[in-house]
C-alpha cells in the first residue's frame, strides 16, 4: 500500500512565535515529526506544506519534500483540510503512485514514536477503515459545561453519580496521528469520514505544544519516556 505522510507547518502562531521551528530537544521542533515518519516502515514518502521558506529550508534538511503553501492558505482562520487538499493535489502531481492512504501529523504533538505511526496505518487498514484518528480513554473523567451560566454535567449524571467502574468510557482524539483515504478528504473536506476507526495511544503521549508552558512539560516527556525506548534513538540523527 501507498501511504504517504503530510506535515503542515506554517510561519505563524500566536502562541508562541515561529512554534514549528522552536528549539525543542536539541532540534527544530518540526524536526521530530518529519523523523519520526521517515523511520516508520508504513510510510512511502514524507512532505511538509509550508508558506515559510525558513520551515522549507529545515523540512528538507531532515530530509522531507516540500510543499510551498499559497498565503491564503496559511492564515489563523485556514483549516487544516485546506491545506492537506493542496498538499494532496500538489503530491499527485509530483508522482505517478496511486495514493492509497494519507497520514496527517501535527508538527505540535512530537509525543510520539515510528511504531505508533506504523501501529495507526496498520490499525486502518486492518480495520479496512475510511478514515482514523488516534485517541485515548476516559475512563473517569466527570466534565462539566457552562451554557448561558447555567452548569450541566456532561459525561455523567451528578444526581445519581454510581460507581467509577460502571460509568461508560469516552474517547478523546488526541490530534497526534490522523490517516484517511484521499477520497474522503474530497467527498467529505474532512480529515474524518466514512468508517471510522481509533488507534490508542497512552493519555500522556496526547500532550501537544500550543503555550510555552506546554514545552517544558513536552520536553520532560520526551526525555524521560520516549528517549528510554531503545529503538527510538535511531531517528535522533538526520
Request: glycine share 4%; charged share 25%.
Amino acid at each position: 500500500m501507498k501511504t504517504f505522510c503530510i506535515i503542515p507547518a506554517r510561519g505563524g502562531s500566536k502562541g508562541i512565535p515561529r512554534k514549528n521551528i522552536i528549539d525543542f530537544c536539541g532540534k527544530p521542533l518540526l524536526a521530530w515529526s518529519i523523523l519520526q515518519a521517515r523511520q516508520a516502515i508504513n510510510i512511502t514518502d514524507v512532505y511538509v506544506t509550508s508558506n515559510d521558506d525558513q520551515i522549507l529550508d529545515i523540512a528538507c534538511d531532515y530530509g522531507a519534500k516540500l510543499i510551498k503553501r499559497p498565503a491564503d492558505l496559511a492564515t489563523d482562520a485556514a483549516p487544516s483540510e485546506a491545506a492537506l487538499w493542496h498538499a494532496l493535489n500538489e503530491i499527485e502531481s509530483q508522482t505517478s503512485t496511486a495514493i492509497d492512504a494519507i497520514v496527517f501529523l501535527q508538527a505540535t504533538s512530537p509525543l510520539r514514536t515510528p511504531q505508533d505511526i506504523d501501529g495507526a496505518i496498520e490499525e486502518f487498514y486492518k480495520q479496512q477503515a475510511d478514515s482514523l484518528f488516534s485517541a485515548v480513554m476516559l475512563e473517569d473523567f466527570l466534565i462539566w459545561s457552562n451554557e448561558n451560566n447555567k452548569l450541566y454535567s456532561v459525561t455523567y449524571d451528578y444526581r445519581n453519580r454510581g460507581r467509577r467502574q460502571d460509568r461508560n468510557p469516552y474517547y478523546l482524539e488526541n490530534g497526534s496521528i490522523y490517516v484517511f483515504k484521499p477520497e474522503i478528504l474530497r467527498k467529505e473536506g474532512n480529515r474524518l469520514g466514512g468508517r471510522i476507526a481509533m488507534f490508542w495511544m497512552p493519555f500522556w503521549k496526547s500532550f501537544e505544544i500550543d503555550s510555552v508552558e506546554d514545552v517544558e512539560l513536552c520536553e520532560y516527556l520526551m526525555k524521560n519516556r520516549i528517549f528510554n525506548v531503545s529503538n527510538y534513538l535511531d531517528i535522533t540523527e538526520k
